[in-house]
């Protein structure tokens, strides 16, 4: 009991004075969490400077955005949360990526033997960089859609929104890669259509 009575102390002295702008609590911070939450990002992500970079900018958000701290809120709840978060994230993305990449593939394999419509690196990067440079939102509603199949009514629930609200995230998200990746429209509209 008495541990967690300290803990608790702790982390409101820490969470006030990470508030305050003490580099020095940061610096506390960052050096009694860092292994630990490098430790647990590798349960989700293989490759270890993957591991060490998603912990870096976790804690360079809790800097940048440590006057919204709540002092009742546990740091270190904070951060291994927001890591895991970060962790699934980049295993979506992988996926994500790479059901693209077979989805173009597939769809592009018979039709065009010749060289001259060659499906290069350059609009993959593109089309990833463009659905990840989407509001979050749309983003989420849009992969889920597109690359997952789910209906709108499942993404609303998931979500916490109506269907109207998902329908009217992908529209927007379609809008703004169909202006973004223009220059590809005649080999994505598979994706892009609707």
Known sequence: MEDNKNQIVNN??????LKEGSEQAFE???KSFYKGLCAFASQYVEEREECEEIVQDVMMWLWENR????PEMSVKTLLFTIVKNKCLNSLSHKQIKQRVHESLY?????????PDMYIGNEM???????????PEDYRIAFTLNRFENQTYND??????VSSKTIAYRISQALK???EDL?????LLLFLLKG
């Open 28 to 30: 506390a911070v960052y």
């Open 124 to 134: 993959m990067t593109k089309l990833d960089q463009a659905i990840q440079n989407l």
């Open 106 to 114: 597939a769809t592009f394999e018979e039709p065009f033997e010749d």
């Open 12 to 17: 409101e002295l820490i969470t006030r004075l």
């Open 182 to 186: 223009k220059e590809y429209m005649p």
């Open 155 to 160: 993404i609303a629930v998931k979500m916490n």
């Open 67 to 70: 006057k919204a701290l709540i």
């Open 176 to 178: 703004i890669l169909r």
